[in-house]
């Protein structure tokens, strides 16, 4: 199993900036890829950004501009970094582990309890 453990939410006004941190304990080998997702009030569960192993980088279109994504090996966490917010940008901000393993690249995701990001003036 894999513990995710978000922190960094709170309150901040439009146009004001934000560092998410996850950080992973218990079986953390063979995690490939681990990402923030976002789900706003009423709203379905989005993919915010990952990062995979290499190092490379995903973002949705719509923060790509606003949001960088890193990953610290050492300390077993994954930040996200948020400028210039908006009001769409707020809800519950998730991290989610993916771990792959065997020859069949058998997968299992990984969720935290999530943090929660409001913006508002």
């Known amino acids: 199993q894999v513990q995710l453990v978000e922190s960094g939410g709170g309150l901040v006004q439009p146009g004001g900036s934000l560092t998410l941190s996850c950080v992973a304990s218990?079986?953390?080998?063979?995690?490939?890829?681990m990402g923030w997702y976002r789900q706003a009030p009423g709203k379905e569960r989005e993919l915010v950004a990952f990062?995979?192993?290499?190092?490379?980088?995903n973002y949705t279109d719509s923060v790509k501009d606003r949001i960088t994504i890193s990953r610290d090996p050492p300390r077993n966490t994954v930040y996200l970094q948020m400028v210039n917010l908006k009001r769409d940008d707020q809800g519950d901000y998730y991290c989610?582990?993916?771990?792959?393993?065997?020859?069949?690249?058998?997968?299992?995701?990984?969720w935290g309890q999530g943090t929660q990001v409001t913006v508002s003036s």
């Open positions: 990062i995979q192993s290499n190092g490379r980088e």
């Open positions: 989610k582990a993916r771990k792959v393993w065997g020859w069949s690249e058998t997968t299992k995701d990984f």
């Open positions: 218990g079986s953390i080998s063979s995690i490939r890829d």
